[in-house]
């Protein structure tokens, strides 16, 4: 089993328009609800790859419901902590003419540290059973910075894979406790390290940075643009293959669960990243994140690019 942690899911509704008109009323030619957030999109790209992931994190109201509902018609195991603050739903907004992606993500609503401190209560009951534990997503608003740090910790006492996709200062703390991989993309890993990374070697600098702070492995993605890859020692650059997308968004994920995937195979570090590379391609075949299917997945590995840098 895998366990996916992140506090902060989402309904997601995706809505497609031939051409998107600001300040005027616009109707979309297509709509379509699903779920998401970085932790529930990992794990339905993992259930699709054929694992047992855990889903767990903070649920509330409706959106809360559909989460669980959705997940649970998918096969995935569900432990969430079910809290008072309802759950936030983002919108995709696609504007066929212009070729433009458009998120708008509600924040999510702060929860108490009694709400915490049953989500590590889940964490501690069940990482015990798994391979490897995946944390990814933002806090919740005032959350404690040392959570994802504790994850990590239970996570090396389990013997599991400990994998991070997150930012900032929860991710600097959690550094302190070498965590077996970090995934942020290059936004993200720009914002931990506090400056502009404006070229490959800009950001081989942050990721061995990120390295000597305590990550034992460092993936940083770059959508469209090829991937970075550092095991402490060696770099790879991973070229995704040629899609045409349809929804990027969740890509990301599903590299973090691709990869993760791969890695509790036996695959190195730069085989496994094209294997993540072909699911976020894969992923953005399709109007939902987190939503890939395995024969693309394995098509798209075989046009995947890997080279040593």
């Known amino acids: ?50 694992e047992t992931p855990i889903a767990t994190g903070f649920l509330g109201g409706v959106h809360g419901e559909s989460v669980r509902t959705a997940l649970a018609a998918r096969g995935v195991v569900l432990d969430f902590v079910s809290v008072a603050a309802p759950t936030r739903q983002c919108i995709t907004v696609i504007d066929q003419a212009g070729g433009t992606i458009t998120e708008l993500v509600e924040e999510s609503r ?46 090396h006492g389990a013997g599991a894979l400990t994998v991070l996709d997150v930012k900032g200062d929860p991710l600097l703390e959690a550094l302190k406790v070498r965590p077996g991989l970090v995934k942020p993309n290059r936004p993200e890993l720009a914002a931990t390290v506090g400056r502009e990374l404006g070229d490959e070697r800009d950001v081989m600098r942050a990721m061995r940075e990120m390295g000597e702070r305590g990550a034992q492995r460092v993936v940083v993605t770059a959508g469209r643009e090829p991937s970075l890859a550092f095991d402490g020692k060696a770099f790879w650059r991973i ?14 994920d599903a590299f973090t669960a691709a990869l ?50």
């Open 1 to 50: 089993m895998i366990l996916c942690i992140g506090p902060t899911p989402a309904a997601q509704r995706a809505m497609v328009f031939r051409q998107l008109h600001l300040d005027t009323v616009n109707r979309a030619v297509e709509t379509a609800d699903g779920v998401a957030g970085k932790s529930v999109n990992v794990a339905k790209v993992l259930r699709a790859l054929g």
């Open 110 to 155: 702060p929860v108490g540290e009694a709400d915490y401190e049953r989500l590590r209560s889940v964490v501690r009951k069940r990482v015990g059973g798994c391979r490897a534990v995946i944390v990814s997503g933002t806090m919740t608003p005032r959350g404690p910075v040392g959570f994802y740090r504790e994850c990590v910790e239970l996570g």
């Open 239 to 252: 070229t995704p293959p040629v899609i045409r997308a349809v929804n990027p968004i969740g890509s990301g």
């Open 260 to 309: 993760t995937w791969r890695l509790l195979r036996g695959d190195d570090l730069g085989a496994a990243c094209r294997w993540g590379a072909a699911a976020g391609a894969a992923n953005a075949l399709n109007l939902h994140a987190g939503e890939v299917d395995p024969a693309e997945v394995r098509r798209l590995h075989e046009l995947a690019v890997l080279e040593r840098v």
